[in-house]
């Protein structure tokens, strides 16, 4: 990584609490593969996150190894991004206890996502579900990145950071850089193909295509996609009247690039019979590779350990820095 100093820095995270999923790679990690060259990269699995839930512990395990090959297999090259397992390194649980101290109650009470999982999961709402942002501000800020690359449904979180640390900064001085959120124009929310109203998540699995989804379930999968009841079959982007066939498009678009309107043209006359399996049929051949140079990183686990350990270690030389600065300025004593 040399000349890192002068790149610009960018951070994120995934819960390793499912297997990755289209969302997860239109929204975020697309957009982190191959930014490597001009910024300098940190990408980690959120395993700490996933505990706000009840996670099945041999799964949970498995999982945090799977996700860093799907990783790699989607074009983070461990030389030139550090990837990292979050539980690896001890300052983010350290800092996020000295930020609970500097975030409201009411701010986290506002969370979408709070209520949302608190309504999903009645009977467990545990502390660590409401202060889950503030984990997620430790996450960034001990990193002191300029971006933190999201789908849109992270976004208030990014801003909830934001606050905590110009809260802090407002204290103490320039200790935290106020990041960005960096959101993709394209493929930012990307909703189920069975739940077009709601964004694709492996709670419902059917309407949710994995990375490692064979070939003939993704065709399946675009195949029984809901679209609309439009007689006429039209192939066309109008987000309110037609959402199931504007998520079709925008997942076209985000993989090959082209515009709605060619899109459009491309499919005019031809009807959802030949549209459905098309958006399929890219989906496949983007997934192809991915899904291949993860099951061959999968079974080296001798390789993926090696990444995690280098990865921690370089996560914990940055973070460890910030957090002896936060020590300090708070007035913990230090020798
Ligand atoms: P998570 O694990 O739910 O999702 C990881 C990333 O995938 C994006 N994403 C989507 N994008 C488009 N359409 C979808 N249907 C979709 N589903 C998920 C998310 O926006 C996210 O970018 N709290 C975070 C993990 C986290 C984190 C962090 C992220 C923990 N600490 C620090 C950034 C920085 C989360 O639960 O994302």
Redesign the pocket.
Known sequence: MEGQETKKRM?????P?GDL?L??Y???IKNWADRAEDYECYY?M?DM?TITVRQEPADLRKRSLNQLAQYIACGLDPEKNVLFL?SHVPAHAQLSWVLNCYTMFGELSRMT?FKDKSSKHKDNINAGLFT?PV??AA??LLYQPDY???????KQ??EITRDIAQRFNSIYGDVFKIPEPFIAKT?????GLTTPGD???KSIPEGCVFLMDKPEDIARKFKRAITDSDSEHCVYFDREKKPGVANLMNIYSTITGKTYEEIEKEFDGKGYGVFKPAVGEVVIEQLRPIREEAERLIKDKAYLNDVYLQGAERAAYIANKTLRKVYKKIGFYQI
């Open positions: 951070l994120s995270g995934i819960q609490s999923h969302g997860n239109l929204g975020a980690f959120a996150h979050q996502q889950y984990l997620m996450d960034i933190v690359p999201v789908g849109e449904d992270q979180h990014v493929g930012a929310r990307i909703y964004k694709m998540s």
